[in-house]
């Protein structure tokens, strides 16, 4: 098998993978439907999500399922390649091989989880669109917005700073906090930390928002959000933490 995948590599096994497992495949990641299975995985490992679809349907004539694919099609031999070792992988195997590629540090998560047993309380689906999705959808499409057109890009998604990028051009720059949602309205929240950093930049910060994976996203960008039309409540919880000392 291979083990060092590239995006279109991850494609092609999603693809495979939906088309093989089908509804069940839907069910383990949370989606909905396949539309949103398509913009969710595609957006995540930064591919078009026709591409999943035409894999998929690719697939769909070696399976049984409802579709007929491209059965008057012979399949491309580098498709071939990955049914041939791929096509006899379990469900519960393929489930985490896909799940790999679109979480992040997955193989850390699932370490940490065997140790603390975290109940996260929602899918795959509803952690990519607010997360992953949503900023390859930004990084795919930032160029195409005239504000943003000819700044450079840096990924600030893991420096926890308050926002998930940082885009510059002399001496002139946008901090960006990306947020996904499933359909075309619903909730977001910003941290502490995001709405610290949005109140000292003001115009500087954008808030930017994908909508809609559920069928075809879409995106506004709200400049200096704390004083647009959004209206913000606050929300405390308290925290109880406990640690242990020692003396060295």
């Not at 390649?81 to 519960?92: A, M, Y």
């Not at 057109?149 to 946008?174: E, H, P, R």
């Amino acid at each position: 098998m291979i083990s060092n995948f590239s995006n279109r590599d991850k494609a092609i096994l999603i693809g495979l993978f939906l088309s093989k497992f089908d509804d069940k495949a839907l069910d383990v990641l949370g989606f909905e439907g396949a539309k949103q299975a398509f913009n969710t995985l595609g957006y995540s490992i930064g591919t078009k999500p026709a591409s999943i679809k035409n894999y998929r349907d690719e697939f769909d004539p070696y399976f049984p399922n409802p579709r007929k694919g491209w059965h008057k099609r012979q399949l491309r031999e580098y498709c071939k390649k990955f049914l041939d070792d791929f096509g006899n992988v379990n469900f519960d195997d393929f489930s985490e091989l896909v799940k790999s590629f679109v979480i992040k540090d997955y193989e850390i998560e699932k370490f940490i989880n065997k140790i603390e047993k975290i109940d996260y309380g929602e899918t795959v689906a509803k952690r990519l669109i607010t997360g992953s999705a949503a900023e390859e959808y930004f990084k795919l499409n930032c160029n195409t917005i005239t504000e943003f057109s000819d700044f450079q890009i840096s990924d600030t998604t893991k420096l926890a700073c308050g926002f998930d990028f940082k885009l510059s051009l002399d001496i002139n720059f946008f901090c960006i906090e990306v947020k996904g949602l499933n359909a075309n309205t619903g909730s977001i929240a910003m941290t502490e930390k995001e709405f610290y950093v949005a109140e000292k930049l003001k115009e500087k910060y954008c808030l930017f928002i994908v909508s809609n994976f559920i069928e075809t996203p879409v995106h506004q960008y709200i400049f200096d959000p704390l004083s647009s039309r959004l209206t913000f409540k606050k929300n405390q919880r308290q925290i109880i933490q406990t640690t242990y000392n020692t003396q060295i």
